[in-house]
């Protein structure tokens, strides 16, 4: 069974930065995708960044967002630059792999990252 643990959620003032890391227990090469999305207190679960054959951003976070892989400690990052407070939220590494006609999806439990002064 895939494990993926994410780690490096905080509180941060607005202007400031955080670094989410997301280990998974077997090779990042396995998969055909990965991605961080965030989900805010009574709101749905939104994309935030996506890294596979490209790489996208959601218009709220580009330009501001990095996504990146560290492949030889199988994890994928997220540095988080000019946080806002509409940025706060609990943020989920997902691993995604095509299996057939579907896709198999891998989440982790979640880091909350609070953005307030």
């Known amino acids: 069974q895939v494990q993926v643990v994410e780690s490096g959620g905080g509180l941060v003032q607005p202007g400031g930065s955080l670094r989410l890391s997301c280990s998974v227990s077997?090779?990042?090469?396995?998969?055909?995708?990965l991605a961080w999305y965030r989900q805010a207190p009574g709101k749905q679960r939104e994309l935030v960044a996506h890294s596979g054959r490209i790489t996208h951003y959601s218009d709220s976070v580009r330009g501001r967002f990095i996504i990146s892989r560290d492949n030889a400690k199988n994890k994928l990052l997220l540095q988080m630059n000019g946080l806002k407070p509409e940025d706060t939220g609990v943020y989920y590494c997902?691993?995604?792999?095509?299996?057939?006609?579907?896709?198999?999806?891998?989440w982790g439990q979640g880091t909350q990252v609070t953005v307030s002064s």
């Open positions: 077997t090779s990042i090469f396995t998969f055909d995708a």
């Open positions: 997902n691993a995604a792999t095509l299996s057939g006609d579907h896709v198999v999806d891998y």
